[in-house]
């Protein structure tokens, strides 16, 4: 009798153990990148993109290309402008511009530090940052050579804008940040096979909606600018990290991959 209780709390040990080893979240799936090359071109983009916003006095047309808004355009404006647009338009920047970037880092991170690996966390997170800052830059060009008239100076609204801002309205840059954040936390997210994928989504995308309403109703923008700014800014915030940072499991092996390179990128055969 003695022999059977040590057996007995063996075995129990055994069946136990798998269960807890399965209880723990797997590591992050590994994404393919380069630290050096991606610190490079985020901070690039950025940098760049900041530098033509420093200019804008001197970049920005000083009359419009796009003046007129269709009728759809116009019906939306009326709908939608609230009665005090800067209240619109503060909450879109906090929203957009501060709580979506910061909720996404702090997501990233805490996902792998729950997973084991926090440093694959500020990996992502710089990830993150690149696919952002190349939409941004991008956003900062086409404004320039758009020169649509915002809504607010087209129909004599009072806002309270420097006199450079005018006719810069297609696209929303507030609505392409936000939807390049949402794709690209959700993307990562997924690659790196995080169980929270779904929940960050849903929430990203519906923030990033929001916002793109607010710059609307803050009357900087006319709904296609917002259109158009998801559209570019969900597409380049997935293409990023989707394209240029797959899984190590199956980059090796996938041909015609794109990767980051020294000088650019490269394509695997």
């Not at 020169?147 to 129909?155: E, G, L, S, V």
């Not at 997210?189 to 995308?205: D, E, H, K, M, V």
Request: with cysteine.
């Amino acid at each position: 009798m003695v022999a059977v209780r040590p057996l007995a709390l063996a075995l129990a040990a055994a069946l136990v153990a798998p269960a807890a080893r399965a209880a723990e979240p797997p590591p992050p799936v590994p994404l393919e990148y380069n630290l050096a090359v991606d610190a490079s071109v985020a901070g690039a983009a950025i940098a760049a993109g900041l530098v033509l916003g420093g200019l804008q006095s001197s970049l920005a047309p000083a009359t419009c290309r796009w003046c007129k808004p269709g009728s759809w355009d116009g019906s939306v404006h009326d709908a939608l402008t609230w009665s005090n647009p800067q209240a619109a338009d503060i909450t879109s920047t906090v929203v957009g511009n501060v709580a979506m970037p910061l909720s996404a880092i702090a997501y990233l991170v805490l996902s792998a530090r729950a997973a084991g690996e926090t440093s694959a966390g500020w990996v992502d997170s710089l990830l993150l940052a690149e696919a952002v800052g190349l939409s941004f830059l991008l956003n900062q060009g086409v404004k320039y050579l758009a020169a649509r008239q915002r809504p607010y100076a087209f129909y004599g609204d009072p806002v309270d804008k420097p006199e450079s801002e005018k006719n810069l309205s297609f696209y929303s840059g507030h609505t392409s940040f936000a939807f390049a954040t949402a794709a690209a936390v959700t993307t990562l997210s997924a690659l790196r096979n995080y169980p929270g994928t779904a929940i960050i989504g849903a929430c990203s995308f519906a923030a990033a909606a929001f916002v793109g309403y607010l710059r609307i109703a803050a009357d900087m923008h006319y709904l296609t600018d917002v259109l158009v700014g998801a559209a570019i800014g969900g597409l380049v915030g997935f293409a990023v990290p989707f394209l240029f940072h797959p899984r190590q499991e199956t980059a090796a092996t996938a041909t015609g991959s794109i990767r980051p390179a020294l000088g650019g990128f490269a394509i695997a055969f």
